[in-house]
């Protein structure tokens, strides 16, 4: 069998089986499926509306250095993406645009950088395939669109991974230097974490050294230099200044948070397969799916399936194996799990479906056309369900939406000015506090409604309790007309408003 899965450039009658400006086109793409109605829906609750209002008071107060949230650090993540959502909220005002317009260039770029790093692992003509993957695959255009911190990782970690194959295929000390220098800047936007995607890179360049490759020094003097410099001195620094915070680091946010069920974030033990599993297989869709439609066609290594050394171009699918299935593995056996922690790997399951479409295409078993017409229409669709959100559709209304709730909100709160909010068994709406400017939106439970009472009593202002209306029928027949009343806000939420004495009755 001829090495069709070979990293040697197309022959020529295959070099035209793609567009003709194939970068320009995925980056046209790129940027249009990723600012097209970035800010028409509003912020999620809870994690849009809490990196947006830390970054929003720390923008306010001047220590975006020192994040601070409610009047207390938060020191749950490294400054980066709060220096980049101040900056857009800088620019665009205060709002879900101003928000995510980072997420926005962040994808952008993490596109573009997924072009090169094709080119450098398979040839000029599967790096157009490998971006387009990326751009184009539900799972990554939905990351670009919701506000934390893994799109920009996944921007950074793309480029840690650049850097290293430009150093494997260069052999160029610097590109080493510049993979760490990179890194570092993964390593403040999300710590501990973004090691990860060191793994693969590191058993790749053991193996290349092994074959007698003249890969440079993996861990350069100056590239751990660069790394401590970028990536390392805020936390160093920050450690010295606030004893105590380096444990909390290591011990709160590194072990406690994923040995324990201690963040509540999917500790059961069948999460990965609920989760995971179906992210990472129909995260790509339709791509995969063409893919797997040519499976036939598709030279797989029959019968060597457990030695990658044996595969054809054994260092650069080592490198996507390893990349990906370490990474993964942690993820399952970690307690603390989201779906936005699986977007770091997308790059590498982009790159294995790129090369898939591209040798498809170079052998004729698929058509570039049906390709091209695939992407026009994943991207007309992606943005005309964007598009959906900037009207006012009841069935597209969530009960997360901070925006919505702001709005049918706002009228009822002006009747209660100076009013202490709370919200009844959930986390604080941090969301509708960056809407709305208030005071903290504390949580309440049923079991503290006499320490509300009080307050109301002895302070003699209204306490507004906003509760979801599916909870509120749960202990309707609970509640005393003549201390609360009920202001329906919209379908999903409600206010219980708690009168204070002197204010009399509701119906007074």
């Known amino acids: 069998m001829a090495d069709t899965l070979s990293n040697v450039e197309p022959t020529a009658a295959c070099a035209t089986i793609q567009p003709k400006r194939p970068l320009l086109l995925v980056t046209l793409l790129a940027i249009l499926v990723a600012f097209a109605f970035q800010g028409s829906r509003g912020l999620y609750e809870s994690t849009e509306g809490r990196y947006a209002?830390?970054?929003?008071?720390?923008?306010?107060?001047?220590t975006l250095d020192e994040p601070v949230l409610n009047g207390d650090y938060h020191?749950?993540?490294?400054?980066?993406?709060?220096?980049v959502i101040a900056g857009g909220l800088k620019v665009l005002g205060e709002n879900a645009w101003g928000a995510r317009v980072g997420q926005s260039f962040a994808f952008v770029f993490t596109v573009i950088a997924m072009f090169y790093?094709?080119?450098?692992l398979w040839g000029r003509q599967a790096a157009f395939y490998c971006a387009l993957v990326y751009c184009l695959s539900p799972f990554p255009v939905s990351g670009a669109s919701s506000l934390s911190t893994d799109m920009l990782l996944t921007l950074f970690e793309t480029l840690t991974l650049l850097a290293f194959w430009l150093a494997v295929r260069k052999q160029r000390w610097y590109y080493i230097v510049l993979m760490w220098s990179v890194f570092g800047f993964a390593f403040m936007t999300k710590g501990f974490p973004a090691l990860l995607c060191l793994i693969g890179p590191f058993i790749v360049f053991v193996y290349l050294r092994r074959q007698g490759e003249k890969v440079p020094q993996f861990f350069h003097p100056l590239g751990l230099l660069a790394f401590l410099l970028i990536g390392f001195s805020w936390y160093a620094e920050k450690a010295w200044t606030h004893p105590?915070?380096?444990?909390?680091w290591i011990w709160k946010e590194g072990i406690a948070r994923n040995v324990s069920d201690e963040a509540h974030r999917n500790a059961e033990w069948y999460k990965p397969f609920t989760m995971y599993f179906p992210i990472v297989l129909f995260g790509t869709v339709p791509w995969v799916f063409m893919v797997l439609a040519k499976y036939r066609h598709i030279p797989w290594p029959a019968g060597m399936w457990r030695r990658v050394t044996s595969w054809a171009h054994p260092a650069e699918w080592m490198f996507i194996v390893t990349t990906f299935f370490i990474p993964f593995f942690i993820f399952c056996l970690v307690s603390s799990r989201l779906p936005l922690y699986m977007m770091p790997l997308f790059p590498v399951i982009a790159l294995a479906l790129g090369k898939g479409l591209a040798w498809l295409v170079s052998e004729r078993h698929l058509?570039?056309?049906?390709?091209?017409l695939m992407a026009l229409a994943v991207t007309t669709l992606v943005v005309v369900s964007k598009g959906l959100f900037a009207f006012d559709i009841p069935a597209l209304n969530s009960s997360k939406d901070m925006a919505i709730l702001a709005r049918d909100s706002r009228l009822i709160l002006e009747k209660y000015p100076n009013s202490d909010i709370y919200v009844l068994k959930q986390e604080p709406l941090l969301g509708l506090q960056f809407y709305l400017h208030t005071p903290p939106i504390l949580r309440a439970e049923l079991e503290n409604a006499t320490d509300v009472l009080k307050k109301a009593k002895t302070e003699g202002k209204h306490q507004l309790v906003f509760v979801r209306r599916k909870k509120l029928e749960s202990f309707a027949e609970q509640i005393d007309q003549r201390v609360y009343k009920v202001e329906p806000v919209n379908d999903d939420w409600s206010l219980i408003v708690i009168v204070p004495p002197e204010a009399g009755t509701p119906n007074s």
């Open 244 to 248: 105590g915070l380096m444990h909390d």
């Open 53 to 62: 209002e830390c970054a929003r008071q720390s923008m306010d107060q001047g």
């Open 367 to 372: 058509r570039l056309r049906s390709v091209i």
């Open 117 to 120: 790093l094709g080119l450098l």
């Open 75 to 83: 020191w749950t993540k490294p400054p980066i993406t709060y220096y």
